[in-house]
């Protein structure tokens, strides 16, 4: 049984940044695809980054280009989300997800993971 674990998140102010981590155990994920989404109270959850775990393929929501990097440690089986810049409208839970493989064009749909963390509190304010 696949368990995902979430750390890191927590209070920051504008302007500031918060690595997120992630966790993985249970199988060998060694074709997975390792994403994360994040969702506001009252709206739909919403695809933030994604990763292959063995390869160097990613893709990002365009709300996090350019502010946020998504990377894997393969020998602790962890993915990380590197937010910087952060703004008010990233405040969010953010939930960490595994899905089974890479499929072109789809990693940011929720029906391509299979598993998910229980997710963290990432609030930005002054």
């Known amino acids: 049984q696949v368990h995902l674990a979430e750390s890191g998140g927590g209070l920051v102010q504008p302007g500031g940044s918060l690595r997120l981590s992630c966790a993985a155990s249970?199988?060998?994920?060694?074709?997975?695809?390792l994403g994360w989404f994040r969702q506001v109270p009252g709206k739909n959850r919403e695809f933030v980054a994604t990763t292959r775990f063995n390869g160097a393929s990613t893709f990002y929501a365009d709300s996090a280009k350019d502010r946020f990097s998504i990377s894997r440690d393969r020998a602790k089986n962890m993915v990380h989300l590197q937010m910087n810049r952060l703004t008010p409208e990233d405040t969010a839970v953010y939930y960490c997800a595994v899905g089974a493989r890479w499929v072109a064009g789809r990693m940011s749909l929720e029906s391509e993971y299979d598993d998910w963390g229980q997710g963290i509190q990432v609030t930005v304010s002054s």
């Open positions: 249970g199988r060998s994920f060694g074709n997975s695809v």
